[in-house]
């Protein structure tokens, strides 16, 4: 079993940056890949970016949407996987989620955070 606890939402303004944090706990978090997800009102969860625990590779969405904008990176000793996010816009505006997999692919999640509100203001 594994838990996620992500933290660092809240209400910015255009233009600014807020940085996430999930925190895993749990066994074997070596064996999982992290990633990133949004849902913004009205549409669906969509992938932003994930890495892995041990290898560190990293992947992003290949929408223009977020491409250089967010960082995702990794603390090892704190178990804990962020996401930068520079530059914010209002359609950042939603719900972020963390989440693990084991699976080759994100078609299958084993563990969802709880998710925490991130508000851009125009």
């Known amino acids: 079993q594994v838990q996620l606890v992500e933290s660092g939402g809240g209400l910015v303004q255009a233009g600014g940056s807020l940085r996430l944090s999930c925190t895993a706990s749990?066994?074997?978090?070596?064996?999982?890949?992290m990633g990133w997800f949004r849902q913004a009102p009205g549409k669906e969860r969509e992938f932003i970016a994930s890495r892995s625990w041990s290898a560190g590779s990293t992947v992003y969405a290949d929408s223009a949407s977020v491409k250089g904008r967010f960082t995702i990176s990794r603390d090892n000793a704190k178990n804990t996987v962020y996401l930068q996010m520079n530059s914010l816009k209002a359609e950042d505006t939603a719900v972020y989620y963390c989440?693990?997999?084991?699976?080759?692919?994100?078609?299958?999640?084993?563990?969802w955070g709880q998710g925490t509100q991130v508000t851009v203001s125009s």
């Open positions: 749990g066994r074997a978090l070596g064996t999982y890949v």
């Open positions: 989440a693990a997999r084991k699976g080759s692919s994100w078609s299958r999640v084993d563990y």
